[in-house]
């Protein structure tokens, strides 16, 4: 049997994220630190980023760097083909041994939440990016640029949609709606004019991501508004998913369909059930998983399929676990 | 008879107009400036961009401000309560005498397009705008405020549209369209990827309501896709007319819809239709008319109001007549 250590590096726009297992999954080391999008931050920024978050893995875990034997780096910023080249050289300036697997963020989701790495993941951040992989290595990704392109429906298209809905309530084209009262007191406004106003004059930020919630909250309330809106983004996100499963041939047999993302953390029934049934209507045995884990447990299972280890099912759930104890608490900032 | 003469202003965010007509509607003086919006350009910047524009026109004139007897002011950045008394003074400071008329820009265009000042006008440019007056002089206007608060399907709005459309497309999520190529040919790009990962890396502009006539054009030659979104804008501005018609009870007799701004200088049939049908189903008797007349005209009409003075339709026609003519050459930079 072999020995050593494997690293998964998940790197994104606000934070990079490192985690260091055993070869039976036991996570024995983790690291955060700040944006790991080169795009963001450049080059040498990135790579800064990889290699604090690295370094603070290995000291946690109590080995040296040449105890790893295999890495896995899924990394924001790696969009096209050029991206490779440019950021082959990044990773493997970190000095990690061995062989390595380099992906776009969104397929480090995709292996965290996929038992056999196969199927969809729907991310759905502060935007959404929709990614696949079928049995034969195929992928597919859209291409997770904001509103756009076509990626509809993060938090900020479902904030947007909603400031939209409040604007017809109050010209008398849409129906009233709770969202009204919601918006105006989340800004501590006197009424809806006073908000817009404060809101176009500078005095008050614009309605971003962060208010996503509040539609939930109101939609769960009952408000029909509210309802209509989350489940026109559930209809959304699932029809680019379901064209994603009709890109990579993936009805055929069941797969998962991964559901990551910071708005999925609302665990919204409406949202993943009007999402799930657009993707059945293609492919009737989907099975839904919610991602717990944070995706760079999936660039550690990466790192196996890099050095050619298998990850059965037991190992994949004993990570998965470990990996999500971990950087909650680290989230949470509780000392470990 | 009364004798002197009429000012108008119409100050928007690119740039400001002034306009002087004798009592009997001829246009004597005209002239531009730059930006005149004080939400952009501070209330100093704003006093001053009226002020060159009046002394440009005043000059072309040949007459001295003692000459005028009222002005109209048709303002953007004239929003909220408060900004009356921002702006009065402001407007006091040109030290034109008489009485004057101050209102938000959309009240101006109103005032150029409806035969009797009253009706509804829609305004479509970068954003859109629209705004409405009855018989009783009660007004309403929706925020304009971009496509957050309800105000969608002005240029910007449009090529988003398309935008999204041809990320649909290229997931197989929807049709194939002519927009695809339309835009890959307007940036030069060799394919769509080309097209997206140079804006998405900063090396081309992001597509911006410049593109809309691309739109119209792809239309025209018969793409679905186009099609649909031309005839969604129309649906979209013509539903929100609608409920500005309902808001002011305007629906019982007939009353002028003015279409205003750069994207109805397409003269796109399909979007007029369209919005002009969805009015229609509110109050069948409308009127259509697309301004041809630049809305300082409106501005200077108002400066009649103020005087007390009647605008009978052949004075109004001359002053609509000659006030493009004159700002038409200026716009093609004609020495007069």
Known sequence: ????????IDAGGSKTHALIADLEGRVV??????????????????????????DAALEVAGISRDALIAAGYALAGLDWESDHDRLTPVVTRLGVPGPFILVN??????????ADGCGVVVIVGTGSTVAGRNRRGDTFRTFGLGMVWGDFHGATGLVWEATRA???AWIGRGPATALTDAFVQAYGAAGLLDLVERVSRGAAPHPDGRLAPLIFATADAG???????????????????????????LGAEPFDLVLAGGVFRSRNTLLIE???SQVRLESPAVRVVLLEAPPVAGSVLLAFDAAGLPTPPALRERLLAEAHHRFDMLQRGIPQ
Not at 33 to 51: I, K, M, Q, T
Not at 223 to 249: F, N, P, Y
Request: proline share 1%; glycine share 20%.
């Open 223 to 249: 408000d029909e508004v509210a309802c209509r809106i989350v489940r026109q983004a559930g209809e959304d996100l699932g029809q680019t998913a379901a064209a994603v499963v009709r890109k990579l041939g």
């Open 29 to 54: 080391g983790w690291g955060q630190s700040g944006p790991g999008n080169w795009e963001g931050v450049g080059l040498d920024g990135a790579a800064a980023a990889y290699a604090q978050a690295v």
């Open 1 to 8: 049997m072999r020995h050593g250590y494997v690293l998964g």
């Open 105 to 114: 963020d969104a397929f480090g989701a995709l292996r965290a939440g996929s």
């Open 274 to 276: 009007t999402l799930a």
């Open 166 to 168: 409040i604007g017809h």
